[in-house]
C-alpha cells in the first residue's frame, strides 16, 4: 500500500513543477493547476507516511532513506504556508523540483517502503531525526526564498515590460521570511544536535562524517543569523550566504553515505 501510494505523490509533484515553470512564462492556469498538484500530492505523501507508521511498532523513518522521505514532506508542508498564495507560487518553482527529484532517491533507496525495527529508541530517534529533518526543511525553504529574491532583484533591474504580470512578494519581504525561518529552525538543529551527541558520549562512539558535516552545517547557518542580526547583512549577500547553507544541507543529506540509524 505505501509503495501504491508514492506514485501518485510523484506525479503531482511533478505535475506542479511543471506547472510552475509555466507559471513563470505565463502567470495564469498553469500555475493555479500547479498549485493543486502540490495539495494533493501532499496529502498522498501524507497518507504514504500514515501507512509507513501504522505498520511499524516504533519510528517508521530511521533509514536514511525512510528520512529522506519524511524530510521532503516537510519541505512540502513549509512551503504549503506560503506557496497557496498567488504572490508566493514561483517559489514553487524551486521547492517541487527538488522534492520531486528527492522523492525519487528516497524511493530508490527504499524509504517509502516499510522496513524493518531500529535498535534505537522512539524518544531518541523523535528527537535527534525529527529535530534535525525539521531544520533542515526550514533551512531549504529559506534557500528558495533566497534564490526567489536574487531571481526578483536580477528582474526589476533589467526593467522587463512583464514585471508586473508575475506578481512576486516585495525583496524586504523575501528577505525578512529567509530570516525568520532560519531563526526558528537553529534551534531546532542545536537541540537535535545535543541529543545526537550526547547519546554518542553514552555510547562511547567517535565522531563521523555525518556528525562533522552537520556541526559545519550548524556553524555556517550560525553564522548567517549572527551576521544578519550583529553584523547587518542583508539583501544579496545574505540570500548568496543562505545557498551557500543549502548546499550543506543537501551535503549532509544526500552525497554522504549514511548508514547512521539503520
Not at 498567488?86 to 530508490?108: D, E, F, I, N
Not at 525578512?176 to 537541540?191: D, F, I, K, Q, Y
Not at 542580526?229 to 551535503?251: E, H, K, P, S
Amino acid at each position: 500500500m505505501a509503495e501504491l501510494l508514492f506514485w501518485p505523490t510523484l506525479l503531482l509533484y511533478g505535475e506542479a513543477a511543471f506547472g510552475y515553470l509555466g507559471e513563470a512564462r505565463r502567470p495564469g492556469s498553469a500555475g493555479r493547476a500547479a498549485t493543486w498538484g502540490v495539495r494533493l500530492g501532499w496529502i498522498a505523501q501524507t497518507a504514504l507516511l500514515g501507512v509507513q507508521a501504522a505498520r511499524r511498532d516504533g519510528f517508521p523513518w530511521a533509514t536514511w532513506a525512510g528520512s529522506l522521505n519524511l524530510f521532503v514532506w516537510l519541505v512540502v508542508s513549509a512551503y504549503l504556508i506560503w506557496g497557496c498564495r498567488r504572490s508566493y507560487r514561483l517559489l514553487g518553482l524551486t521547492v517541487m523540483p527538488l522534492a520531486a527529484a528527492l522523492l525519487v532517491v528516497a524511493r530508490a533507496g527504499g524509504g517509502t517502503g516499510v522496513g524493518g525495527r531500529s535498535h534505537y529508541s522512539n524518544l531518541f530517534l523523535v528527537l535527534h531525526v525529527g529535530l534535525v529533518l525539521v531544520a533542515f526543511a526550514g533551512f531549504t525553504l529559506a534557500a528558495a526564498l533566497s534564490a526567489l529574491y536574487l531571481w526578483q532583484e536580477r528582474r526589476l533591474k533589467r526593467h522587463p515590460a512583464t514585471v508586473l504580470r508575475r506578481p512576486v512578494p516585495a525583496l524586504a519581504t523575501l528577505d525578512a521570511l529567509a530570516l525568520r525561518m532560519v531563526a526558528w529552525s537553529l534551534p531546532a538543529l542545536t537541540l537535535g544536535i545535543a541529543v545526537g551527541v550526547a547519546r554518542l558520549v553514552a555510547d562511547g562512539d567517535g565522531v563521523d562524517a555525518l556528525i562533522a558535516a552537520t556541526v559545519v552545517t550548524w556553524v555556517v547557518w550560525t553564522a548567517y543569523l549572527g551576521l544578519r542580526w550583529r553584523g547587518g547583512l542583508a539583501g544579496r549577500r545574505a540570500a548568496y550566504l543562505a545557498l551557500a547553507g543549502f548546499v550543506l544541507v543537501i551535503l549532509v543529506r544526500l552525497a554522504l553515505p549514511v548508514t547512521h540509524f539503520a
